[in-house]
């Protein structure tokens, strides 16, 4: 079974623009989380979708969204885009989404804000 | 729980030793505790799970243990190998909403040769 994928693997961009980052989860996961990890604040929650309805959000600015397609498959994006904003961006699936349901993380997409 | 203390950052340790890391949770309602591994340039990776319902749970060099009552659970691996070398995650499901995760501050090992 393939892993949750995640692409790009990098991006670098320019303060103020935007970019949009996309996870396909493990085939029959429909809740699909986000995570920013940074050497700073380590791991923190952004969003957690499933069934294409947004259930949780973390606390981060309003320049932070996401969705959910019909098929499980997410995109976040984030806009004006700050220098702050350098990260790697984790995507996790897993089968519910609840608190026991194991989440399987993709190996990120590495943003760089300059 | 709300916050996960990790301890120690940082482990170093020669190969073919034991290596520890412990964590401590804030809400005595949480019931699942994963652990991950991270390698450099990839995700965090799960490598062992625990429910509260059950007190050491092993599998082959890797065990986790759980103390409800200290509200306490570890990661204990067994003759240690280099390719054990990671930073590693422990995760307790959050109470102030549902499907989150929080997680510990992380633990570099590294396996001396």
């Known amino acids: 079974k393939a892993g949750v994928t995640q692409t790009p693997r990098y991006l670098i961009k320019t303060r103020g623009q935007q970019v949009t980052l996309s996870c396909s989860p493990i085939?029959?996961?429909?809740?699909v989380s986000w995570y920013q990890q940074t050497p700073g604040q380590g791991l923190q929650f952004l969003f957690e979708y499933f069934s294409e309805t947004q259930r949780n959000k973390g606390n981060f600015p309003g320049r932070f969204s996401g969705r959910q397609f019909s098929n499980s498959r997410s995109e976040m994006n984030v806009s004006t885009l700050e220098l702050g904003d350098s990260a790697l961006y984790l995507c996790?699936?897993?089968?519910?989404?609840?608190?026991?349901?194991?989440?399987?993380f993709g190996n990120g997409t590495r943003l760089t804000v300059t | 729980g709300e916050n996960v203390e990790q301890h120690p950052s940082t482990l170093s340790v020669q190969e073919g030793d034991s290596a520890v890391i412990k964590c401590t949770y804030s809400?005595?309602?949480?019931?699942?505790f994963p652990w991950y591994k991270q390698e450099l340039g990839k995700g965090p990776q799960l490598i062992i799970d625990?429910?509260?319902?059950?007190g050491e749970k092993k599998d082959q060099r890797i065990a986790v243990t759980l103390n409800k009552t200290a509200k306490h659970f570890s990661l204990h691996i067994t003759e240690t190998q280099p390719e054990d070398s990671a930073v590693y995650f422990c995760?307790?499901?959050?109470?102030?909403?549902?499907?989150?995760?929080?997680f510990g501050t992380g633990t570099r090992l590294k396996v001396l040769a």
């Open positions: 995760a307790a499901p959050s109470t102030s909403g549902t499907y989150k995760y929080i």
């Open positions: 809400d005595s309602a949480s019931n699942y």
């Open positions: 625990i429910r509260s319902n059950v």
């Open positions: 996790a699936s897993s089968v519910t989404g609840g608190n026991n349901s194991p989440l399987h």
């Open positions: 085939s029959g996961h429909r809740s």
